[in-house]
């Protein structure tokens, strides 16, 4: 069993930058691939990027492409999203996922381990 806990979100500007962190349990951190998911207001589920468990492979959504990065520390058992250049429409609650398994993969049934997710609320 994975748990997973975020921390980071808040309300911020357009433009502004934040950083959220996903801390997970157990000794098996490196073991998992890790991704973020987010979901808007009435919205579904959507795939932000990911990280290989190793940590040599992301993939990011064309959307938050070139704006957000994934990066994890495993002997820290966290990722971190870093959100940049923020936009209204990045309003939504963020989600962090573990699958086990090497590669990042997009659908959100893929993943086994979901923590609660802290909102970002972007105000224009």
């Known amino acids: 069993q994975v748990q997973l806990v975020e921390s980071g979100g808040g309300l911020v500007q357009a433009g502004d930058s934040l950083r959220l962190s996903c801390a997970t349990s157990?000794?098996?951190?490196?073991?998992?691939?890790m991704a973020w998911f987010r979901q808007a207001q009435g919205g579904e589920r959507e795939f932000v990027g990911g990280i290989s468990w190793s940590g040599g492979s992301t993939n990011y959504a064309d959307s938050v492409k070139g704006r957000f990065s994934i990066s994890r520390d495993n002997a820290k058992n966290t990722v971190y999203l870093q959100l940049n250049t923020l936009e209204a429409e990045d309003t939504s609650i963020y989600s962090c996922?573990?699958?086990?398994?090497?590669?990042?993969?997009?659908?959100?049934?893929?993943?086994?381990?979901w923590g609660q997710g802290p909102p970002v609320t972007v105000s224009s």
């Open positions: 157990g000794r098996t951190f490196r073991s998992y691939t």
């Open positions: 996922a573990a699958r086990p398994g090497p590669q990042v993969v997009r659908p959100p049934s893929l993943y086994a381990y």
